[in-house]
């Protein structure tokens, strides 16, 4: 990296505060509707979110760095709700409603040009926190864990919404969508009878992730998620089935960049929303 380039780095670092000023769980991003379950026709907020607890807040990403936002209907069909964001409004982030009964998929993907640059021991005790241990192990064996560290990253978020009363019975939920990190229910929460357990499959470029920490929170208690579990060598996770409240499975991994690039790792976050609002 030139001197001039490390320069504007570093001012641009300082001018969003990333700097020493970042909480670690502020990365976790999900797309926040007023309600889980809608009336046919009947309209929705959606507010982006980052942050749990004291630090959560609105995300203020630019709509240019949104790549896709689209609703999945049981049938594979899709919209493009992009033109229906906006952005920092002064209650939410736009409004979606859907015409024909079943169960939808909102997913959204951002590019991967956010940068967060954090001291050692704080990047340290990032990786630490959201199970990035390949990570650590890189740091350690090229004697830089007492440096600072640096990552690109971008976000992936789906949500579960129902319009009307009853779920589909082959939802889209359950199957991929494309992400470059995506959390798979392998059945839909919604389903009747409850699920006892949820059963979740992590992909990373379309395939299974093992080692991958995710993570399950009580959005209405956020401060610190009510259960954790690592994926096994099939990508799969198992976690006791909500059915009160509303709800976020997140996960996180990375990959030591390229060396032309200008962060020293790739870091992807994804996230799986849905919730009992205005349950029938």
Not at 95 to 107: C, I, K, S
Not at 233 to 243: Q, S, W
Request: aromatic share 8%.
């Amino acid at each position: 990296m030139s001197c001039y380039r490390s320069l504007f780095v570093a001012l641009a670092v300082l001018a969003t505060g990333a700097v020493g000023t970042r909480p670690c769980g502020a990365h976790d991003f999900w797309v926040q509707p007023a309600d889980y379950w809608v009336a046919p026709g009947v309209g929705t907020s959606v507010t982006l979110l980052v942050g749990h607890g004291p630090y959560r807040q609105r995300s203020p990403i630019p709509l240019h760095r949104i790549l896709r936002f689209e609703a999945i209907g049981a049938r594979g069909a899709t919209r493009d709700l992009r033109p229906s964001l906006q952005l920092r409004g002064p209650r939410n982030d736009g409004t979606v409603a859907f015409r024909e009964p079943g169960t939808y998929l909102l997913v959204l993907q951002t590019d991967a040009r956010a940068y967060s640059l954090l001291p050692a021991i704080r990047f340290n005790d990032y990786l630490r926190v959201e199970g990035l241990t390949p990570a650590l192990l890189f740091r350690d064996r090229t004697h830089r864990t007492n440096a600072d560290g640096s990552e690109a990253y971008s976000r992936q978020a789906k949500t579960i919404i129902q319009v009307g009363a009853e779920p589909d019975p082959a939802a889209t939920v359950t199957r991929p969508v494309g992400l470059p990190l995506e959390i798979v229910p392998d059945v839909d929460p919604y389903a009747e009878p409850c699920p006892k357990e949820l059963s979740v499959h992590v992909l990373y470029h379309g395939r299974p992730l093992a080692g991958a920490l995710v993570k399950l929170t009580n959005l209405g208690r956020d401060a610190n998620p009510l259960e954790t579990q690592v994926t096994d060598e099939k990508g799969r996770a198992v976690f006791i089935a909500p059915r009160r409240g509303d709800w976020l499975l997140n996960v996180i991994w990375t990959e030591v960049a390229p060396a032309s690039h200008d962060a020293d790792f790739e870091t992807t976050f994804s996230s799986l929303s849905f919730g009992f609002s205005r349950h029938p």
